[in-house]
């Protein structure tokens, strides 16, 4: 069973750093797409990043161009994690941060519904 537990959220001003976390606590299957979507108050949620690892055809990481040269995501397979290093956090970064994971190697993930697991999210706020 896949369960999909963030962490790493929190207060933070603008121009600031956070990492954020997601670990696979259930370890049962290999997880070759994980992600990260957001969702602020309000709006609807919203694709941020992704890993998509085991294929040489397909790019390793995918961006939104909100966030691109900001954030980088990045992952230990051994550890079944991803992380997201969000740089330069602006107050538009607010929101729910989730993580999300596909037992295949997505081509469009940035589609949620592509996704079969979710974590329960984490709150990212950034100050002005």
């Known amino acids: 069973q896949v369960q999909l537990v963030e962490s790493g959220g929190g207060l933070v001003q603008t121009g600031g750093s956070l990492r954020l976390s997601c670990v696979d606590s259930?370890?049962?299957?290999?997880?070759?797409?994980m992600g990260w979507f957001r969702q602020a108050p309000g709006k609807e949620r919203e694709f941020v990043a992704a890993?998509?690892?085991?294929?040489?055809?397909?790019?390793?990481?995918h961006y939104a161009d909100s966030v691109k040269g900001r954030f980088t995501i990045s992952r230990d397979n051994a550890k079944n994690t991803v992380y997201l290093q969000m740089n330069s956090l602006k107050p538009e970064d607010t929101a729910a941060y989730y993580c999300?994971?596909?037992?295949?190697?997505?081509?469009?993930?940035?589609?949620?519904?592509?996704?079969?697991?979710w974590g329960q999210g984490t709150q990212v706020t950034v100050s002005s």
């Open positions: 259930g370890r049962a299957f290999s997880l070759y797409t």
């Open positions: 999300a994971a596909s037992q295949r190697r997505l081509w469009a993930p940035r589609i949620e519904y592509e996704y079969e697991y």
């Open positions: 890993s998509v690892t085991g294929s040489p055809s397909m790019p390793p990481t």
